[in-house]
């Protein structure tokens, strides 16, 4: 938690004060994730329960729907602000990495290669954020 | 000199490679609530995908417990390697698992992709003779580059298309018997034939021929960074015995 807030330009309040409606539920009195996190489209299984923090910072995403927009990487898409945090790659249980784009990998399902479902900087590589409205959680 | 001991060392967080890591079978919800992370994975290990261009490695790749195989979802920049986790004789295992599509020129395979791999896929096309005269190129770069007890597979994918065949079962199975410690398999990517057995198979090959505390030791320090590595390592290993050159 301490190097969360070390790194996170805005690091989450307690849980029951930062989370949007919707979101209290799944984050637990430590701001871990109570819920594993699902691929949206395929159910594939991207975090367990507790492998990650739940924080706020202003991503842009690009559309999950769009291939041109994905190619375009970021030129249009969706600012997004509800994030799990994940400090160690290896915490993930599946998920993908794409290609650079810029200084930026974006995550996808490892299965099904729906996305993007998040984000990571190569400038940050202890920090791997999922996009909560982009997952499904179970 | 250690498999990708010259690469930037990832924190390990939370005891992450401690055999056990003080989690004994966890049966979920006990330890959901508290502040550690879940039972870390048991292992780490990383697999690389090479073979000429077109073999169908990206699709080895997705096809990994994948049951879409769905190309209208996949994002157009590409995927660059995946993590990907497995139970295996009772241990958590996580894979990263790198493709190199793109990059199939012999040389332009960052050596650092082959010095930190514990499992090496070598993949040629049953229905193209080009990609398998092509294997004495790859055993090459594998002999120069990769750690001499790296898992070799050899898969000869797209039997889906068994009626466009240039090279028999045979041929395959005799170059794999050529070369020290190297399997082979016939897979389909398309119709998902073989191919989790293809990475499950590799990953029991490789625990199989480690001791625990290199385990330990070894494996937090065998993954590839994020970080751009240099096309010429600074201090290349010294060439594999030729036990495996054909």
């Known amino acids: ?138 | 000199m250690e498999p990708g001991s010259g690469l930037p060392q990832r924190r390990v967080g939370g005891g992450g490679l401690d055999l056990g890591a003080g989690s004994p079978a966890l049966s979920g919800g006990q330890s959901r609530r508290r502040k550690q992370p879940p039972r870390p994975a048991d292992f780490k290990l990383q697999v690389i995908i090479i073979g000429s261009r077109g073999v169908g490695k990206t699709s080895l790749m997705e096809r990994f417990t994948d049951d879409t195989f769905c190309e209208a979802c996949k994002s157009t920049v590409g995927v660059d390697f995946k993590i990907k986790t497995v139970e295996l004789r009772g241990k958590k295992i996580r894979l990263q698992i790198w493709d190199t599509a793109g990059q199939e020129r012999f040389n332009s395979i960052t050596s650092a992709y082959y010095r930190s791999a514990k499992g090496i896929i070598l993949v040629y096309d049953i229905t193209k003779k080009e990609t398998f005269d092509d294997l004495p190129k790859w055993m090459k770069m594998i002999d120069k580059y990769a750690s001499e007890d790296a898992e070799l597979l050899l898969v000869g994918n797209k039997l889906d298309c068994e009626v466009d065949r240039e090279i028999t079962r045979q041929q395959g199975e005799k170059f794999a018997q050529q070369i020290t410690g190297m399997r082979f398999c016939e897979a389909s990517a398309k119709d998902n034939f073989n191919v989790d057995e293809i990475f499950l198979k590799l990953v029991d090959d490789i625990l199989k021929k480690m001791p625990l505390d290199v385990i330990r030791n070894e494996l937090s320090n065998s993954i590839l960074s994020l970080q751009p590595e240099p096309e010429i390592p600074p201090e290349l290993p010294p060439p594999r015995p030729h036990v495996r050159c054909c």
């Open chain 1, 1 to 138: 938690m301490e190097a969360a807030a070390a790194a996170v330009p805005a690091p989450s309040p307690p849980p029951s004060a930062a989370a949007a409606p919707g979101s209290a539920e799944l984050v637990c009195a430590e701001g871990r994730n109570l819920k594993a996190v699902l691929c949206q489209r395929c159910g594939s299984r991207v975090l367990l329960p507790g492998a990650a923090t739940f924080t706020r910072r202003e991503l842009l995403l690009p559309a999950m729907r769009k291939k041109a927009a994905a190619a375009a990487g970021g030129g249009s898409g969706d600012v997004v602000r509800e994030h799990w945090l994940v400090r160690d790659m290896f915490s993930f249980e599946n998920v993908g990495f794409t290609r650079d784009v810029g200084n930026v990998k974006f995550l996808v399902c490892a299965d099904c290669e729906a996305g993007p479902i998040g984000w990571h900087c190569l400038d940050d590589k202890d920090s791997f954020y999922v996009a909560l409205e982009r997952v499904a959680h179970e």
